[in-house]
Nanobody, 126 residues
Framework: QVQLVESGGGLVQAGGSLRLSCAASGPTLGSYAIGWFRQAPGLEREFVAAIRWSGRSTYDADSVKGRFTISRDNAKNTVYLSMISLKPEDTAVYYC???????????????????WGQGTQVTVSS
């Protein structure tokens, strides 16, 4: 069992920045990689980035590459999503997710996600 709690969302003007946090817990946490997804109203949930606790692998969706950075603090069991140069189209609910490290397949395959957080709202005003 893995628990994920997101925080750090809010309202920001275009061009601004935010840092989201995903606090993870659970006895088998080391067996899971952590990813960030987002979902805008009326749209499907979209993969943003993912990282393993080893830090060896990170994946960024093309739409956020160069603006969003995923990182982790192993001592705090926390994964961060640092976002700069935010755009109104980045407005969405951002979700933290855990996927077993042995899973094979694209992170966009939502059926491979084992655990989800409750989400945190990010709103970017123009």
């Amino acid at each position: 069992q893995v628990q994920l709690v997101e925080s750090g969302g809010g309202l920001v003007q275009a061009g601004g920045s935010l840092r989201l946090s995903c606090a993870a817990s659970g006895p088998t946490l080391g067996s899971y990689a952590i990813g960030w997804f987002r979902q805008a109203p009326g749209l499907e949930r979209e993969f943003v980035a993912a990282i393993r606790w080893s830090g060896r692998s990170t994946y960024d969706a093309d739409s956020v590459k160069g603006r969003f950075t995923i990182s982790r603090d192993n001592a705090k069991n926390t994964v961060y999503l640092s976002m700069i140069s935010l755009k109104p189209e980045d407005t969405a609910v951002y979700y933290c997710a855990a996927r077993y490290v042995g899973s094979r397949g694209n992170w966009s395959q939502l059926a491979l996600i084992n655990y989800w957080g409750q989400g945190t709202q990010v709103t970017v005003s123009s």
